[in-house]
């Protein structure tokens, strides 16, 4: 069974102090692994797509990685607008389904 | 990316009742997905909307209870059937143009059954 488990649960930091986010997969064939932002009472909002172990993007503030076996979302002098519940999932090859596995998530709080 | 709209945004029902929400997207699209979201949990795949064939459904989610209708590229019907309060949750459409492509999300349906 595919298992996507993130951590920490939860995250309180400074405004200005770097962290990362971990995303860890136990999955049969990975073909994709997605973040996405979560604020209270929206849908999930896009950030990356990962495909291959070594494989990096980066988006203003955030950079996430992925290895064999999991993801970090690394946040660098995060802002307070930067709070909101970071999700990671995975999409993968057994089945035939191409739905996503969501792991719990990570809420973050930056405080001013 | 897509645009993506859900009808209603949110609603309180009664018990034994159904619901019907609706997905709307602004372009052709290959793939849509509903996924139930209960409070303070992660998002779980319900079913592929499958268009002219019937969905696909993840395990522990039957069409009996969550029927699902994709009649064209853009629109998808996700009915909560017989609800109960363990159906209260937050009801999500999502879509992607192919294979390992990004899903992008809607608003959600916030659902409160009494």
């Known amino acids: 069974e595919d298992q996507v488990t993130q951590s920490p649960e939860a995250l309180r930091l400074q405004e200005g102090e770097s962290s990362s986010l971990n995303c860890s997969y136990t999955v049969s064939g990975l073909r994709g692994l997605f973040w996405y932002r979560q604020d209270p009472g929206k849908g999930p909002e896009f950030l990356f797509t990962l495909y291959s172990a070594g494989e990096e993007k980066e988006k203003e503030r955030l950079k996430a990685t992925l290895t064999k076996k999991e993801s970090f979302l690394h946040i660098t002098a995060p802002k307070p607008e930067d709070s909101a519940t970071y999700l990671c999932a995975v999409q993968t090859s057994g089945g035939g389904a191409d739905g996503l596995t969501f792991g719990k998530g990570t809420h973050l709080i930056i405080q001013p | 990316s897509a645009v993506i709209s859900q009808k209603p945004s949110r609603d309180i029902c009664q018990r034994g009742t159904s619901l019907t929400i609706q997905c709307q997207v602004d372009?052709?699209?290959?793939?849509m997905f509903w996924y139930r979201q209960q409070p303070g949990q992660s998002l779980t795949l319900i079913a592929t909307?499958?268009?002219?064939?019937?969905?696909?459904?993840e395990s522990g989610f039957v069409i009996d209870k969550f029927p699902i209708s994709r009649p064209n590229l853009t629109f998808s019907t996700l009915t909560v059937s017989n609800m109960s309060p363990e159906d209260s949750s937050i009801y999500l459409c999502?879509?992607?143009?192919?294979?390992?492509?990004?899903?992008?999300f809607g608003p959600g349906t916030r659902l409160t059954v009494l």
């Open positions: 909307a499958n268009q002219g064939s019937e969905a696909t459904y």
């Open positions: 999502s879509v992607g143009t192919s294979f390992a492509d990004t899903q992008y």
């Open positions: 372009s052709q699209v290959t793939m």
